[in-house]
């Protein structure tokens, strides 16, 4: 009788035939699978603004550069650009993290509140000598999902090992 217990599946930490994995429905491990692939593209893109601020800043230190308008529009302007298409993704894996209780509400309105905030004002007032610290901030974010979605995971992962 004690062998038949010993080796009945415990529900809470294994896949249960409602379909919830360590507690979590199946659909929001889905979701939250989609977010982390989105997180790392984010961090791609993230990667290649600072590879174009690197690239395109030395080229227009250059002296047959100096003058060329373009070089310098892709210096200033693309890595911002880059870094300004990941905070929709960035807001919806906010969304994401929020809804499914993955890190404390006080720590996403510092985080995603403060980078949003100085965004605005940025915009707002035309503050752009400020505007690097607002997509500094924003990449913080980005980093920050990475991280929450590997703890997560790795949660998930010891979870269902046991």
Known sequence: MSTETENRPNPSTTKS???SIAGFPAAAIKLLRDAQKINKLSILVIVLAIFAFVVFGTLASL???HGS???YW???????IL???TIPF???QAFLVYRY???QPSMLVTSVGGASLLLIICLLFSLSDWLWLAMAAWIGVAYWFQATFKRFFNFIED???Q
């Not at 892709?74 to 911002?80: A, K, Q, T």
């Open 101 to 103: 209780r993955l890190s």
């Open 63 to 65: 002296k047959m550069f």
């Open 83 to 85: 870094v300004g298409l």
């Open 74 to 80: 892709l210096f200033h302007y693309l890595p911002y």
């Open 90 to 92: 960035t807001l919806y």
């Open 159 to 161: 979870r269902q090992g």
């Open 69 to 71: 308008g373009q070089m």
């Open 17 to 19: 035939s409602k379909g």
